[in-house]
C-alpha cells in the first residue's frame, strides 16, 4: 500500500492499480516523469524513469552523469544506446580545409592565431556593442548571426508556442561580455577533459557497465540552433537562460547556403585537422580493440552538412583499420556513414579512392541496415560515381534497410543497384537526391520502381520513403513522403512527383519536418493553404 503524502492524502496515481498506472505512464516523456516525481515521495516511488540512451561528450558534467548512470543498480541495466557529442567549443573561427591545405603546403603554421578583439577605438560595431569591448569580433558576429538565424528558421510562421519561448529567451539575453566569460569557462572544462582522456576511459567504462547496450551514435549536431538543442544533454540543460554563444560542430560544416570545400587528404592530414573528428576516431579504436555488444554504429550529421573525412576510411590510416575491424565482427547489423566528399561531386573520391571502403563494407556479412550520405551539393559538376563501387550488396544477404542521402547518379545506376538488393529487403530511403543533368529525375526513378522492378507482385513490399528539400531550403527541414509513395509503387495512388521538379512533391502529399524543431512538422500544402491555417503569416 503506498504511503500518504505530507498532507496525509494518497495521490489518486499512487492508488490505481499497478497496470492502469503504467499505462497512463506510458505517455509521459522522461522529462514529465522526473517533474512528477519531484512532487512528493510517494508519486517518486511509483513514477519509474526509462533510461535507454545516457549521453557522452568531452564536459566533465555529461561525464559525471554517465559515471552516475553507469553505476546505478537499475538504470544500467536499462541503458540501450550511448549518444556521442563529438561538437567541440572552439577559441577562435572555424577553420576551412582552405586553411589546412595551406597549412599542408607550408605556406602557414598549423596554429591559428588568436582572435582579434575588439576596442573602443577600432570596433565598426553600434553603440549598444561599444560597450562590451575586448571581445573577439568573431564571437560577437557569430552570437548577431544566431540571433538574425533564430528569425531566418521562423520564416513565415506566427508566433507560436516554441516560437514565443524562444523569443523569451532572445530577449533575456545575457551581455556578451558574461557569454564570453562562460564560453572561455567551457572551453577550458572541455580541454581538460580532452587532455587527461576523461570521455574515452568514460567510454570505456560504460562498455562494461551497460549489459543491454547494443548502439552508439557519434554526432556534431547535438546543439542544433540557439536554444532550440537537438538534445537536452546535462551540460546544455545546465546553461543559464539568455546564454548565447558560438554553436559547437567540430566536424567541418559548411554553413547555411555555402558549399563545403575540398576535404584534406588523410595521409597528408595533421594531427590538429584530425581531431575535428575526436569522438569518431576514439570510437572507432575503442571498439575495435575492446570486447563489447555494440552492434549498430551510427556517425549521424542530422541533416547538417558535414560528414566524416572519406579519405579517412578509403585510404590505409590506422582508423581504417579500425574501422575493418568493426565490420568483421560477427552480428554487426547497422551502419550509418556520412561522407565528407566536398560540395561539387565525387571527383577527388573518385579519382583517389583504392576500394579501401568498399572492401571493408564486404566484410559486414550479418549487416540489416545500411545508411550513406556525402555533402554533395545540387547542381553536381564531376562525374558521378558508380554506385556498384561503393554498396557490395551481394555481400549483404539478409539487408533489411538501404538508404542513399545526397548521392549523385543516374537512375539506370541506381536501378541496377536496387535490383541487386536481397528478397530481405524491407524498406528503402532517398534523402535530398540529385541527378546528373540530362533527363533524370525522381519522377521517371519512381516510374521505374514500379514498372521494373515489380515489387507489388512481392508478398511482402519494401516500404519507400523520400525526403526531398521543400520550398523551404533550410538545414534539417525537408519533405517527407511515404504513405503516398507506397499507395502509388503498389496500389492505385498516383505519382506524387511534379514531374521533373525535384525538389517538391504535389502539394498535398508528404509532410514537413524540421529534424531540430519537432513543433514545425505541418502537412506540406501550399502557402495560402498554411495561411488559412493559422501556422503562417501570407502574403
Known amino acids: 500500500m503506498p504511503h500518504a503524502s505530507a498532507q496525509g492524502r494518497v495521490p489518486w496515481l499512487a492508488a490505481i492499480s499497478p497496470e492502469i498506472r503504467l499505462l497512463i505512464l506510458s505517455f509521459l516523456t522522461n522529462r514529465d516523469r522526473k517533474r512528477l516525481r519531484l512532487t512528493c515521495k510517494v508519486l517518486s516511488d511509483v513514477t519509474p524513469l526509462c533510461l535507454s540512451r545516457v549521453f557522452l561528450s568531452a564536459n566533465p558534467l555529461d561525464i559525471e552523469v554517465f559515471h552516475a548512470i553507469a553505476d546505478h543498480p537499475q538504470f544500467r541495466h536499462q541503458i540501450k544506446e550511448i ?52 571581445l573577439p569580433r568573431w564571437f560577437r558576429k557569430e552570437c548577431e548571426n544566431n540571433i538574425q538565424f533564430i528569425d531566418h528558421r521562423k520564416c513565415w510562421d506566427r508566433d507560436l508556442p516554441h516560437h514565443i519561448a524562444r523569443q523569451k529567451q532572445v530577449d533575456a539575453q545575457m551581455s556578451l561580455h558574461d557569454c564570453w566569460e562562460l564560453y572561455q569557462n567551457c572551453i577550458e572544462q572541455q580541454d581538460e577533459v580532452i587532455s587527461s582522456g576523461r570521455d574515452e576511459n568514460a567510454f570505456i567504462y560504460g562498455l562494461d ?24 544533454t546535462p551540460m546544455i540543460r545546465s546553461l543559464p ?25 588523410w595521409s597528408r592530414a595533421p594531427e590538429a585537422y584530425k581531431e575535428q573528428w575526436h569522438g569518431v576516431r576514439i570510437a572507432l579504436r575503442i571498439l575495435a580493440q575492446h570486447e563489447h555488444n555494440i552492434s549498430e554504429l551510427s556517425f549521424d550529421p542530422f541533416l547538417l552538412v558535414t560528414g566524416i573525412n572519406y579519405s579517412m576510411l578509403d585510404q590505409p590510416s590506422d582508423e581504417y ?16 556513414l556520412p561522407l565528407f566528399v566536398g560540395g561539387n561531386g565525387t571527383h577527388y573520391w573518385a579519382q583517389q579512392s583504392s576500394g579501401y571502403l568498399y572492401r571493408a563494407l564486404r566484410e559486414a556479412k ?58 530481405t ?21 519512381l516510374e521505374a520502381i514500379r514498372t521494373e522492378l515489380r515489387w507489388s507482385d512481392e508478398t511482402i513490399k519494401p516500404s519507400v520513403r523520400i525526403v526531398m528539400p521543400g520550398y523551404e531550403i533550410m538545414i534539417g527541414r525537408g519533405v517527407w513522403l511515404e504513405d503516398e509513395l507506397n ?25 514537413l519536418r524540421d529534424l531540430f524543431e519537432p513543433e514545425f512538422t505541418r502537412p506540406n500544402l501550399e502557402l495560402r493553404q498554411l495561411s488559412e491555417l493559422g501556422i503562417i503569416r501570407w502574403p
Open 83 to 134: 549518444i556521442w557529442d563529438d561538437a567541440r567549443f572552439v577559441s577562435t573561427p572555424p577553420l576551412s580545409d582552405d586553411y589546412w591545405w595551406e597549412v599542408i603546403e607550408g605556406g602557414i603554421q598549423s596554429s591559428p592565431q588568436l582572435p582579434e578583439m575588439d576596442s573602443d577605438s577600432d570596433s565598426d560595431s553600434d553603440s549598444d556593442s561599444d560597450s562590451e569591448p575586448n
Open 487 to 511: 499507395d502509388f509503387l503498389y496500389g492505385s495512388g498516383e505519382n506524387p512527383m511534379q514531374g521533373r521538379d525535384f525538389k517538391n512533391p504535389k502539394f498535398g502529399m508528404g509532410t
Open 241 to 265: 537562460y539568455g546564454f548565447n554563444y558560438p554553436i559547437p560542430r567540430g566536424w567541418p560544416t559548411a554553413a547555411f547556403g555555402e558549399n563545403p570545400t575540398i576535404p584534406v587528404a
Open 321 to 336: 583499420n579500425h574501422f575493418l575491424a568493426i565490420m568483421k565482427r560477427p552480428g554487426f547489423s547497422h551502419l550509418n
Open 425 to 445: 529487403l524491407r524498406s528503402l530511403e532517398f534523402g535530398l537526391h540529385y541527378f546528373q543533368i540530362g533527363g533524370d529525375c525522381l519522377n521517371h526513378l
Open 366 to 423: 550479418d549487416l540489416e541496415y545500411i545508411s550513406l550520405s556525402t555533402t554533395i551539393g545540387s547542381g553536381p559538376m564531376d562525374p558521378p560515381i558508380l554506385l556498384k563501387n561503393v554498396f557490395p550488396v551481394e555481400h549483404w544477404p539478409v539487408l533489411r534497410h538501404f538508404g542513399l542521402w545526397c548521392f549523385d547518379a543516374s537512375k539506370s545506376d541506381i536501378l541496377d543497384l536496387l535490383k541487386l538488393l536481397p528478397r
Open 209 to 232: 557497465r551497460f549489459p543491454a547496450l547494443k548502439r552508439l551514435t557519434v554526432t556534431p549536431a547535438v546543439y542544433g540552433w540557439l536554444f532550440s538543442p537537438l538534445y537536452e
